[in-house]
């Protein structure tokens, strides 16, 4: 696959905080997209922090180190997943301070958080200093991720449509009045009897 950049549009771009996005060009399209640095966008942290911790300071650690970093970046914080300890699937190795560590459990959480996209390389810069952060991942999400959900549709009959009984209603009504042995056996026996021809 080839990218085109036309030089000579390069120069008509606005110089307004507009970035241009390069694409892969088509016969049928020709265009440069230009994308807004400023515009907000929700992204989803996932983490793992060292065992090392203590389980009762995990949510002390969590402030300290990741929501001080997304703070200082403007971010807001949206929702969060608690950490919890879980057992990994293999060993990850990590060096701090020129000491090596292989881990082979972690505190696993999550942050989901709107941001400004040109605040995220010193998030990012942050996140990989961190002696208690053994490994991370940002994902940006849609903007409708936080919104409620939709309310389902529900079918209108026509006005001008006959009823049908729909399938539930032709099932037969259960209800909880308790029969006695005899009333039970004289039913068995109304439906085991057949009719004579």
Avoid: W
């Avoid at 390389?121 to 409620?148: Q, T, V, W």
């Avoid at 009333?183 to 021809?197: H, K, N, W």
């Amino acid at each position: 696959m080839r990218l085109f950049f036309i030089p000579s549009e390069a120069d008509k771009l606005p110089k307004n905080g507009l970035s241009a996005t390069i694409y892969p060009m088509s016969e049928k399209s020709e265009t440069v997209k230009k994308v807004k640095n400023d515009e907000l966008k929700t992204y989803e942290l996932a983490y793992l922090l060292s065992p090392l911790i203590a389980p009762d300071a995990v949510g002390e650690a969590v402030a300290q180190e990741i929501k001080s970093l997304l703070t200082s970046a403007k971010a807001e914080v949206k929702n969060e997943v608690a950490p919890y300890s879980r057992e990994l699937a293999y060993k990850i190795k990590k060096v701090v301070e020129h000491k090596g560590s292989t881990f082979r459990e972690a505190y696993f959480g999550a942050i989901y958080f709107t941001c400004e996209p040109g605040q995220m390389p010193m998030i990012e810069e942050g996140l990989k200093k961190s002696a208690l952060i053994i490994r991370h991942l940002i994902m940006i999400l849609p903007n409708r991720a936080f919104l409620p959900p939709a309310k389902p549709r529900v079918a209108r009959a026509e006005a001008g449509a006959p009823e049908t009984a729909s399938p539930a209603s032709a099932s037969p009504v259960v209800t909880n009045n308790k029969m006695t042995e005899a009333a039970i056996d004289q039913e068995i026996d109304q439906l085991l009897v057949t009719p004579s021809a």
